[in-house]
C-alpha cells in the first residue's frame, strides 16, 4: 500500500474514532438532559401541588374562623384565598394546556403533559370550584342570619368534596414526588456512567491512535533504514546489491530506483574499462598500421610496374594479381586500423539526424532491395538539430546497416527509431536500429565492438566496423549499445548523441 494511501486510511479512521466519540457523548448528554428536564416538570408539578394545597388550607382555616369567630377581618381573607385557590387552580391547567395536555395527550418523551396529568388537574379545578361555591352559599345564608343552619352545612355538604379534594391533591403530590426522585436518581447515575465512558472512550482514543502512529511510523522508517544501508553500499562500490523491499510503495519504488542507478552504474564502469581497452588497443593497431602501410605501398608499386612490364600472356600474370588483390586488401585493413586509432576529420555542424539515415540507405538501397528488406522508419516529432561531423555519423549509420542487410540476406524488416530522452544530466537524440537477422549470442554480444571480431567468412569482414563506430560515437559525446534476444531473433544497436 502506498504511503499516501496509508496516511490517509490512518487519518480517515482517526477522525472517525473521534466523531464516534463525539456521538456517544452527545447522545449521554441527550438522555441525561431528558431526565433532567423530566425531573424539573415533576418538581414543577409537585410544587403546583403545593402551592394549591396551601391554598385550599388558608381558604378553609379562614371560612371556619369567620364561621365560629364571625370576624369581618377573616371573611375577607377566606374571599382573598380561596380567590387565589381559584386562581392557582386555573393557572396550572393553563400551563398544562400550554405544554400540549389534554384528555388523550401521550406525555412521554417530549415532555408534553400527559393526559392522566390533565385529567387529575381538571378533577381538581372542578373540586375546587365545587368546594368555592359550596362555601359561598354557606356564607350567604350565614350572613343572612342562619347562623346555626350554616355552621350545621358545613359536615354535611362541603366535608366530602374538601376531603376528596385534600386526597387527590397529596395523591398528586406522592406521584410527583416519587416520579421526581426516580428522575433524579437516573440523572446522577448516569452523570456517574458519563463520566467513566468519556474516561474509557478517551483511553481507547489515545491507545488506538498512538498504535496507528507507531504502525505508519515503522512501516516508514523501516524501509526508509534498509535504504539508506543499500544506499551506502552502492556509494561503496558494490553495484551488484540488490535492496529489496516488500510490497508497492513510493518507497519501494525509490528502492527500485536505486537498484536501477547501481545496475546503470555497473554498466558505466564496463563501458569505461571497454573505453580504455580500445585506447590501447587503438594506439597499438595505428603503430603497426603505419610501419605496414610503406612496405605495402611498395609491393602494390613494384606489382603495378611488373604487371605493366609482362605481356598479356605471361603466366606469371596470375600469380602477380593473387598479390596485387592480397596486398590491396592488407591496405583496407591497414586503413581501418588508422581510422580507428586516428578519428581524423572531424567537422562538427549543427544536422538533422534523420537525413544523414536517409543518405546511408540511399547508398545501400541496391543492396536493401536485393535482400528483400523492409525498411520501416519511426522518426520522432520535433528532433532537434545536432552537432554531429556528418561523414563520420554516416559512416557508424552505413556500417550497422551493412551489418543489418548481412544479417537480413534473405529478407526481413529494419525498424529504425529516433526519440528524443530527457535523460539526466543532459537530453539525448538516441537512434535505433532493429532487424530481424540471426541476432546474436550472448558471447557474442561483449565481443562485438572489439576490433578484429567477425563472424563473417575469412577474407570478407575485418571486424573493424563497429570497433571505428564505437570510437566515432565516443567522439561525440555519445554511446553505442547493442541487445538482442538470442540467435535468431534479430538485434538491435543504439545510438544516443548528446543534443
Ligand atoms: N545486425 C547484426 N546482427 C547479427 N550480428 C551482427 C550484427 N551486426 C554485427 N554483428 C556481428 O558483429 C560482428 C562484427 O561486426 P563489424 O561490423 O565490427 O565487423 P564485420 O561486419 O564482421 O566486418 P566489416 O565491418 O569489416 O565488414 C559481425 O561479424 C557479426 O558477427
Ligand atoms: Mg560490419
Not at 120 to 145: H, R
Request: charged share 20%; with cysteine.
Amino acid at each position: 500500500m502506498t504511503i499516501k494511501k496509508r496516511l490517509i486510511i490512518s487519518f480517515t479512521l482517526m477522525i472517525a474514532i473521534i466523531i464516534f466519540i463525539a456521538g456517544v457523548l452527545f447522545f449521554q448528554g441527550k438522555v441525561q438532559r431528558y431526565y433532567l428536564r423530566q425531573s424539573v416538570e415533576n418538581y414543577s408539578l409537585m410544587a403546583a401541588a403545593r402551592e394549591i394545597q396551601y391554598y385550599l388550607e388558608k381558604s378553609a382555616s379562614a371560612f371556619d374562623f369567620y364561621l365560629i369567630l364571625g370576624d369581618t377581618s377573616e371573611k375577607s381573607r377566606f374571599l382573598d384565598y380561596a380567590k387565589g385557590l381559584k386562581q392557582k387552580t386555573d393557572d396550572y391547567l393553563k400551563q398544562l394546556s400550554a405544554r400540549g395536555g389534554s384528555a388523550d395527550s401521550s406525555g412521554g418523551k417530549n415532555f408534553k403533559a400527559s393526559g392522566k396529568e390533565y385529567a387529575d388537574f381538571t378533577e381538581i379545578e372542578n373540586l375546587v370550584d365545587t368546594v368555592i361555591s359550596k362555601w359561598k352559599n354557606i356564607l350567604t345564608l350565614y350572613d343572612k342570619g342562619s347562623k346555626e343552619k350554616a355552621i350545621s352545612q358545613v359536615d354535611e355538604n362541603i366535608m366530602p368534596y374538601l376531603t376528596k379534594l385534600k386526597n387527590k391533591i397529596n395523591e398528586i403530590y406522592i406521584s410527583k414526588s416519587e416520579a421526581f426522585n426516580s428522575a433524579e436518581k437516573q440523572s446522577i447515575s448516569l452523570e456517574k456512567a458519563n463520566f467513566f465512558i468519556s474516561v474509557g472512550l478517551s483511553v481507547i482514543a489515545i491507545v488506538l491512535a498512538s498504535i496507528l502512529s507507531l504502525i505508519l511510523f515503522r512501516s516508514i522508517t523501516q524501509p526508509l533504514s534498509r535504504l539508506k544501508e543499500g544506499a551506502e553500499k552502492i556509494g561503496a562500490g558494490n553495484f551488484n546489491y540488490e535492496i529489496n523491499l516488500s510490497g508497492y510503495n513510493e518507497l519501494t519504488a525509490l528502492a527500485q530506483s536505486f537498484n536501477k542507478m547501481a545496475k546503470n552504474l555497473q554498466k558505466s564502469e564496463t563501458q569505461i574499462i571497454q573505453m580504455d581497452r580500445m585506447a590501447s588497443l587503438g594506439q597499438l593497431a595505428g603503430g603497426i598500421a603505419h610501419e605496414l602501410n610503406n612496405p605495402l605501398t611498395g609491393v602494390l608499386g613494384q606489382s603495378q610496374i611488373m604487371l605493366e612490364k609482362l605481356s598479356t600472356t605471361d603466366p606469371l600474370r596470375e600469380t602477380l594479381g593473387k598479390i596485387t588483390k592480397a596486398a590491396e586488401r592488407c591496405r583496407k585493413i591497414t586503413k581501418g586500423l588508422l581510422d580507428f586509432s586516428r578519428q581524423k576529420d572531424y567537422h562538427f555542424e549543427l544536422t538533422d539526424i534523420a537525413k544523414i539515415i536517409d543518405a546511408s540507405l540511399d547508398i545501400c538501397s541496391s543492396d536493401i532491395v536485393a535482400s528483400k528488406i523492409t525498411v520501416i522508419k519511426n522518426y520522432g516529432k520535433n528532433i532537434p538539430k545536432i552537432n554531429v561531423s556528418v561523414a563520420h555519423i554516416q559512416q557508424v549509420f552505413l556500417n550497422i546497416i551493412t551489418n543489418a542487410i548481412h544479417t537480413m540476406k534473405n529478407g526481413g524488416i529494419l525498424t529504425i527509431t529516433t526519440q528524443r530522452e530527457s535523460a539526466l544530466p543532459s537530453a539525448f537524440i538516441s537512434v535505433s536500429f532493429k532487424d530481424t537477422g540471426d541476432g546474436i549470442s550472448k558471447e557474442n554480444l561483449e565481443k562485438i565492438f572489439t576490433p578484429f571480431f567477425t563472424t563473417k567468412d575469412p577474407g570478407k569482414g575485418t571486424g573493424l566496423g563497429l570497433a571505428i563506430s564505437y570510437g566515432i560515437v565516443q567522439r561525440h559525446g555519445g554511446n553505442i549499445s547493442v541487445s538482442s534476444q538470442g540467435e535468431k531473433k534479430g538485434a538491435i544497436f543504439t545510438l544516443r548523441l548528446p543534443v
